[in-house]
């Protein structure tokens, strides 16, 4: 059970370094790699706590439930990371003797991801997508779309 909280967790913290890369990826401006891989270093390097911290106030405005169950989940995974056995519980029930409180952390955390993937898009692609349209407008080309 530890090591499916744990591993739970550890995919949640990937997915906030990654949404925090591809935003901080954009202001690293030329063609050397280097640059993008001591960016890519430093926020591998960033606790949850600190990812977290730093996308959260842009979770809040997008869902705020998307923020509080991504942080009992993480919360849950706190206990059994430090060697405390005993807080096994999910929403006050037992993950190690009902199977169903462990059905419902996976479907919680199921339900967080796909929140994620909806800010992505919105969010962060989106923005990308208009931003490119933006520089083709700027830039004079004929058609603005074009990619």
């Not at 439930?65 to 999910?90: Q, V, W, Y």
């Given at each position: 059970?530890?090591?499916?909280?744990?591993?739970?967790?550890?995919?949640?913290?990937r997915?906030?370094?990654?949404?925090?890369?591809?935003?901080?990826?954009?202001l690293?401006?030329?063609?050397?790699?280097?640059?993008?891989?001591?960016?890519?270093?430093?926020?591998?390097?960033?606790?949850?706590?600190?990812?977290?911290?730093?996308?959260?106030?842009a979770?809040?405005?997008?869902?705020?439930?998307?923020?509080?169950?991504?942080?009992?989940?993480?919360?849950?995974?706190?206990?059994?990371?430090?060697?405390?056995?005993?807080?096994?519980?999910?929403?006050?029930?037992?993950?190690?003797?009902?199977?169903q409180?462990?059905?419902?952390?996976?479907?919680?955390?199921?339900?967080v991801?796909?929140?994620?993937?909806?800010?992505?898009?919105?969010?962060?692609?989106?923005?990308?997508?208009?931003?490119?349209?933006?520089?083709?407008?700027?830039?004079?080309?004929?058609?603005?779309?074009?990619?």
């Amino acid at each position: 059970m530890r090591s499916i909280i744990l591993d739970l967790d550890a995919h949640l913290e990937r997915r906030l370094q990654d949404i925090l890369y591809a935003q901080l990826s954009r202001l690293v401006w030329g063609r050397e790699d280097k640059h993008q891989e001591q960016l890519a270093k430093r926020v591998r390097a960033m606790s949850f706590h600190q990812l977290f911290g730093l996308i959260k106030p842009a979770f809040d405005v997008f869902d705020e439930a998307m923020a509080r169950n991504l942080k009992e989940i993480h919360d849950l995974r706190c206990g059994p990371a430090h060697g405390d056995m005993t807080s096994l519980t999910f929403r006050g029930r037992d993950l190690v003797s009902d199977h169903q409180a462990v059905a419902e952390l996976y479907v919680q955390w199921w339900c967080v991801n796909k929140d994620i993937n909806k800010f992505v898009e919105k969010a962060i692609d989106d923005a990308k997508e208009f931003e490119r349209i933006g520089k083709n407008v700027s830039s004079g080309r004929a058609n603005p779309m074009e990619k």
